[in-house]
Nanobody, 116 residues
Framework: QVQLVESGGGLVQPGGSLSLSCVVSQSIFSRHALMGWYRQAPAKERELVATFTSGGSRTYADSVKGRFTISRDTLTNTLYLLMNNLKPEDTAVYYC?????????WGQGTQVTVGS
């Protein structure tokens, strides 16, 4: 059974940092897969935050460039999102995503709230 298990969300003050983790089933944790993070704020559509392309390059939404960093650990099958200098507009539910061999997989989501 394929699983994506996220952790690391929470409440943080503006300017603070959080790190999200997503443990991915080994069967789909491939360097040929698309892996990334999306987020969905209340009353808004889900949007791409950061991703590894199938070639291994990193891409970021303009709104998070220079503040967020996506990384992965092939030994533990874990995808990470390090978020620095967080802003209130970063408040959302964050989802990890893997696209592999024609299938799309989602994590359960983790809430990130930026506020005082």
């Amino acid at each position: 059974q394929v699983q994506l298990v996220e952790s690391g969300g929470g409440l943080v003050q503006p300017g603070g940092s959080l790190s999200l983790s997503c443990v991915v089933s080994q069967s789909i944790f491939s360097r040929h897969a698309l892996m990334g993070w999306y987020r969905q704020a209340p009353a808004k559509e889900r949007e791409l935050v950061a991703t590894f392309t199938s070639g291994g390059s990193r891409t970021y939404a303009d709104s998070v460039k220079g503040r967020f960093t996506i990384s992965r650990d092939t030994l533990t099958n874990t995808l990470y999102l390090l978020m620095n200098n967080l802003k209130p507009e970063d408040t959302a539910v964050y989802y990890c995503n893997v696209q592999y061999l024609g299938s799309v997989y989602w994590g359960q989501g983790t809430q990130v709230t930026v506020g005082s």
